[in-house]
Antibody, heavy 119, light 108 residues
Framework: QVQLQESGPGLVKPSETLSLTCAVS?????????WGWIRQPPGQGLEWIGI???????YYNPSLKSRVTISVDTSKNQFSLKLSSVTAADTAVYYC????????????WGQGTLVTVSS | EIVLTQSPGTLSLSPGERATLSCRAS???????LAWYQQKPGQAPRLLIY???SRATGIPDRFSGSGSGTDFTLTISRLEPEDFAVYYC?????????FGQGTKLEIK
C-alpha cells in the first residue's frame, strides 16, 4: 500500500517561499503514475495546486501557476512543492497525493500538513 | 475552467436513512473523469467513487455513484454512523482538476 508523508516548515513569513516535500514509500515514483499537491484553507474546501510525472512533466492550476513549482527527485523517491510570494491567503493544510490510473482522480493521500503564513 | 456546484450545502439525516448528494458541472464532464471523496474532521480526503460510478478499493456497496454530462449523484443507501462527514466531487478535464465546495452530511 503506497504511503505519502508531507514535511516542511509549519510557519512561513509573508512574501517568502513555502517549501514542502512529499516522501513516498512502498512504491517507486520512477515506476509511473502522476503525483500531486492539493490544499485546503481552514474550514474551506479543496483546491488543486498541480501535478508531476516522474519524467518531470508538470501541470499547474492556472490561478497559482505564476507562483508554483513542483519537482521530483526519483533518487530520494520524493516530490516537492514551492510556492513563492506567499500571503495569509496561502494558509492551508497542504496534501500530497497520488493520481490513479488514467491520472484523473487522487487515490492515495498523505495526512496533510498545516502551513501558516504569518509574520 | 469547469466549476462544480454541490447541493445541498448541508444534509441532516438519521442513521439508516438514504442520502442523495448532487454535483452539477458548469460544462459537460466525461463520466470517466468524475470522482467523489469523503473527508472526516482532521483527516485527508478518501476516494470513494471514480469514473462516476466505480467504487474504490474497500468502499462498502452502500455507496454508489451515477450521472452523466453535467449532473452527477452520490447515493448512500443506508447511513451508518461513520458516514457522517463532508463529501466532495472532483472533475478532470484539459489537464485541469477542480473540486466542488462540499456537502456536509450531519446527524439529525
Amino acid at each position: 500500500q503506497v504511503q505519502l508523508q508531507e514535511s516542511g516548515p509549519g510557519l512561513v513569513k509573508p512574501s517568502e517561499t513555502l517549501s514542502l516535500t512529499c516522501a513516498v514509500s512502498a512504491y517507486s515514483i520512477s515506476s509511473g503514475y502522476y503525483w500531486g499537491w492539493i490544499r485546503q484553507p481552514p474550514g474551506q474546501g479543496l483546491e488543486w495546486i498541480g501535478i508531476i510525472y516522474h519524467s518531470g512533466n508538470t501541470y499547474y492550476n492556472p490561478s497559482l501557476k505564476s507562483r508554483v513549482t513542483i519537482s521530483v527527485d526519483t533518487s530520494k523517491n520524493q516530490f516537492s512543492l514551492k510556492l513563492s510570494s506567499v500571503t495569509a491567503a496561502d494558509t492551508a493544510v497542504y496534501y500530497c497525493a497520488r493520481l490513479g490510473v488514467g491520472a484523473y482522480y487522487f487515490d492515495h493521500w498523505g495526512q496533510g500538513t498545516l502551513v501558516t503564513v504569518s509574520s | 475552467e469547469i466549476v462544480l456546484t454541490q447541493s445541498p450545502g448541508t444534509l441532516s439525516l438519521s442513521p439508516g436513512e438514504r442520502a442523495t448528494l448532487s454535483c452539477r458541472a458548469s460544462q459537460s464532464v466525461s463520466s470517466s473523469y468524475l470522482a467523489w471523496y469523503q473527508q472526516k474532521p482532521g483527516q485527508a480526503p478518501r476516494l470513494l467513487i471514480y469514473g462516476a460510478s466505480s467504487r474504490a478499493t474497500g468502499i462498502p456497496d452502500r455507496f454508489s455513484g451515477s450521472g452523466s454530462g453535467t449532473d452527477f449523484t452520490l447515493t448512500i443507501s443506508r447511513l451508518e454512523p461513520e458516514d457522517f462527514a463532508v463529501y466532495y466531487c472532483q472533475q478532470y478535464g484539459s489537464s485541469l482538476y477542480s473540486f466542488g465546495q462540499g456537502t456536509k452530511l450531519e446527524i439529525k
